[in-house]
């Protein structure tokens, strides 16, 4: 099957529906409409486009998500860390979709999950 593209959410709506920020998910349906449908986690959800970045190719970058510190306080008690400003930003690896905090802004990083070494996306946010 030939690829249609990947896309991720923009905020919080889609977040609370389910997708992680940061994370690309597979497109399965394009149909020039107002939405799309992706691959999350093998079940087919149709998300508004207006609320997702969309991108041709896979992604083989970390992406970097930046929250707010009302966003920081609901992460940290949801996934029991600290609630300072080292967790303000988390980066999301593209191939195994884990996530990392970090204090510094490398070009590249190790993922200590999946053993692979990709290039960071600073170049925007999720």
């Not at 994370?23 to 799309?36: C, M, P, Q, S, T």
């Not at 970090?102 to 996306?121: H, R, S």
């Amino acid at each position: 099957m030939a690829e249609i593209g990947w896309a991720r959410s923009t905020g919080d709506f889609v977040a609370e529906r389910g997708l992680r920020r940061g994370e690309w998910y597979r497109v399965v349906e394009d149909n020039g409409a107002a939405w799309l449908r992706l691959d999350v986690n093998q079940v087919e959800v149709r998300i508004t486009r207006d609320h997702l970045l969309v991108r041709r190719d896979e992604p083989w970058t970390w992406s970097v998500v930046r929250l707010t510190p009302a966003g920081a306080a609901v992460e940290a008690k949801r996934h029991a860390h600290a609630n300072d400003e080292a967790h303000l930003t988390y980066l999301v690896c593209p191939g195994c979709h884990g996530r990392h905090h970090l204090a510094t802004q490398p070009k590249e990083l190790w993922c200590p999950q999946c053993g692979k070494i990709y290039p960071v996306d600073w170049s925007g946010g999720a």
